[in-house]
C-alpha cells in the first residue's frame, strides 16, 4: 500500500470543521468525521474508477494536510487529481470575498431588523459548503433527503454504498458510480435500498448520466444563468423546487433558498415569530444580499452549529 501526504494550501480564513459541517452531508457515507480530531475521511475515485482514500486535517504550519493511500504505487497523475478532488469538496477555490463585502457594506450602516448579523462569518471564513466529489453524488444524496427523516436519508446512502461503492484499500467503499447504479431496476431501489417513491427516479437518473445522455459534471463549472441551469435540474425524475434550489447551492449558486420544513421552523424560532413567517417574506429578509441570499439565510440557520456549544438538528 502507498502512502502520500501533501500540504493543501486554503484560503485565509479558513476552518475546516465550518466547512465539513456547513451542512448535513458530512454525517452521509462514504464521508467519515472525527470532530476532536478535525479529521475528515473518505475513498474517492481517480481515473479508470480506481479507489484511493484520502484523510485531511488541519496542518500545524497553515492549510490542509491530506493523506493520499492507495494500494499498490500511487502515480503522481493519481495523486494530483486526489488534491483537486478535495479542493474541489472543500470549496477551496470559491471566491467568497464579494460575499464577505456585501456583508460589511451591509453592516455599516443602519441595519434593518430583518437582516441577520454575519460578522462571525467574515471573521472565521464561513460559507464554504461541503461538496461531493462528483454533481452525481451529490444529486443522488439531494434526492435522498427529500420528503423524509434524517435518519432515513442515512439509511437510503448507507445501503447505497455498501451494495454498489467499489471497495477502497481500508475496505470502506466509494459512492457507487452511475454505472454501478445504472441497470439495477426500480425494485432493486425500493427494496434494498429502501428508497420508496425515490426508486424510479434513482434508476432513471442513473442510467441517463451512465449512457451520456446527461453529463451533469458540468454543472460546477457551467455558464449557464442560474435560471438556466434550474430549468435543467428540474428535468431531473424526482426534482422539484426544494431539490432543485438544494442542488443550486451545492453548486454555488446561491440566489435561490431551497426552503424545507427544517428551515421554515427554525427561522421562525430564530426569528422570534408566533407564526411561520410565509416563503415570500422569508425572500425579502435576505433580498439585500442579491446572488448571495441563500447562503445568507443558511448561515443565520445553522449558525448556531458553530458556536461554543455547538448544536446539531
Not at 107 to 132: F, N, Q, T, Y
Not at 160 to 166: F, K, P, Y
Request: with cysteine; glycine share 8%; hydrophobic share 40%.
Amino acid at each position: 500500500m502507498t502512502r502520500r501526504g501533501v500540504q493543501l494550501r486554503t484560503p485565509a480564513p479558513f476552518d475546516l470543521d465550518l466547512t465539513v459541517r456547513s451542512h448535513g452531508f458530512y454525517d452521509l457515507p462514504p464521508w467519515t468525521y472525527e470532530k476532536e480530531r478535525r479529521c475528515l475521511r473518505r475513498p474517492l475515485l481517480v481515473a479508470g474508477g480506481r479507489p484511493v482514500e484520502v484523510d485531511i486535517v488541519p496542518h500545524p504550519g497553515g492549510g490542509l494536510r491530506v493523506g493520499v493511500r492507495a494500494a499498490g504505487r500511487l502515480s503522481a497523475a493519481e495523486r494530483r487529481e486526489a488534491l483537486a478532488l478535495v479542493r474541489a469538496c472543500l470549496a477551496l477555490d470559491e471566491d467568497l470575498a464579494p460575499f464577505y463585502a456585501c456583508i460589511e457594506e451591509l453592516g455599516a450602516g443602519p441595519r434593518p431588523g430583518s437582516l441577520p448579523s454575519l460578522a462571525w462569518a467574515v471573521k472565521r471564513g464561513a460559507g464554504r459548503l461541503l461538496r461531493s466529489p462528483s454533481v452525481f453524488e451529490d444529486a443522488v444524496k439531494t434526492l435522498c433527503t427529500t420528503n423524509c427523516t434524517w435518519a432515513l436519508t442515512r439509511v437510503m446512502v448507507r445501503n447505497l454504498v455498501e451494495h454498489l461503492g467499489a471497495p477502497a484499500p481500508s475496505g470502506a467503499r466509494a459512492f457507487p458510480t452511475p454505472a454501478a447504479m445504472a441497470g439495477r431496476g426500480e425494485r432493486f431501489y425500493r427494496e434494498a435500498i429502501r428508497a420508496g417513491y425515490r426508486a424510479r427516479a434513482l434508476a432513471a437518473i442513473a442510467e441517463e448520466v451512465a449512457s451520456g445522455a446527461l453529463d451533469m459534471e458540468r454543472w460546477r463549472e457551467s455558464s449557464l444563468s442560474t435560471e438556466e441551469l434550474a430549468s435543467r435540474i428540474r428535468e431531473l425524475q424526482g426534482f422539484g423546487p426544494y431539490a432543485t434550489e438544494h442542488l443550486l447551492r451545492l453548486l454555488g449558486r446561491y440566489e435561490h433558498l431551497a426552503l424545507d420544513a427544517w428551515l421554515r421552523s427554525k427561522l421562525t424560532r430564530l426569528r422570534r415569530r408566533r407564526r411561520a413567517p410565509s416563503d415570500r417574506a422569508i425572500a425579502r429578509w435576505y433580498a439585500p444580499y442579491g446572488r448571495f441570499a441563500g447562503l445568507a439565510m443558511w448561515l443565520e440557520a445553522t449558525g448556531d452549529w458553530h458556536a461554543k456549544e455547538p448544536t446539531w438538528p
